[in-house]
């Protein structure tokens, strides 16, 4: 069965002070994994794909990468406007739909 | 590019009642996927929908159904409707065959 985790469950980081989620997953051949960020009461916003072990995404100040069972999501000199929760999710080849991880809380504070 | 959309924002039913929620998929994408979010959880897949027909269903109960039409556009249908039901419901629209998938702002349903 496919399984995904993250940790930690929640974060509060300074403004500024850079940290790393992650998100380790178990799947029968993975097709993608996915971040995501949601803002409460709204629908999951895309942030990365990645496909094989190795590879690196970065968009302004977030940077993920991925090894054969992990994923890591760094967040480099946060802003307040970074507090959200971030969703991990893996797509596995023989299925179309995402098993997504319980999401990391990150609370930036000014 | 129109994204994903969906109807009503928030809505409070009865246990046992039945419910209909709406989604229309981002333009260019022909599969949508349904999820239900709880509160603190991440979400959890219904079922998915391509050419008009189901392809793929997660671990939910035959009162969730759901329609796909021409457009594209879905529904998901709630029967018997229980309290452990209430949570966010979530569409995500993507090519057939595409890897990423978008999110519609969800539906809040509330059952009392």
């Known amino acids: 069965e496919d399984q995904v985790t993250q940790s930690p469950e929640a974060l509060r980081l300074q403004e500024g002070e850079s940290s790393s989620l992650n998100c380790s997953y178990t799947?029968?051949?993975?097709?993608?994994l996915f971040w995501y960020r949601q803002d409460p009461g709204k629908g999951p916003e895309f942030l990365f794909t990645?496909?094989?072990a190795g590879e690196e995404k970065e968009k302004e100040r977030l940077k993920a990468t991925l090894t054969k069972k992990e994923s890591f999501l760094h967040i480099t000199a946060p802003k307040p406007e970074d507090s959200a929760t971030y969703l991990c999710?893996?797509?596995?080849?023989?299925?179309?739909?995402?098993?997504f991880g319980p999401g990391t809380r990150l609370s930036v504070l000014p | 590019e129109t994204g994903v959309t969906q109807s009503p924002t928030h809505l409070i039913k009865t246990r046992g009642q039945q419910v209909t929620l709406r989604c229309s998929s981002q333009?260019?994408?022909?599969?949508v996927s349904w999820y239900q979010q709880a509160l603190g959880q991440g979400p959890q897949f219904i079922f998915q929908?391509?050419?008009?027909?189901?392809?793929g269903r997660g671990n939910f109960p035959p009162r969730f159904s759901g329609l796909q039409f021409p457009n594209y556009s879905s529904e998901l249908n709630v029967n018997a409707l229980e309290l452990d039901d209430s949570a966010l419901y979530l569409c995500a629209s993507s090519s057939w065959g595409g890897r990423e998938q978008y999110f519609g702002p969800g539906t809040r349903l509330t059952v009392t």
């Open positions: 990645l496909y094989s």
């Open positions: 999710a893996v797509q596995a080849y023989y299925g179309q739909n995402f098993v």
């Open positions: 929908y391509y050419r008009e027909e189901e392809n």
């Open positions: 799947v029968s051949g993975l097709r993608g």
């Open positions: 333009s260019g994408h022909n599969t």
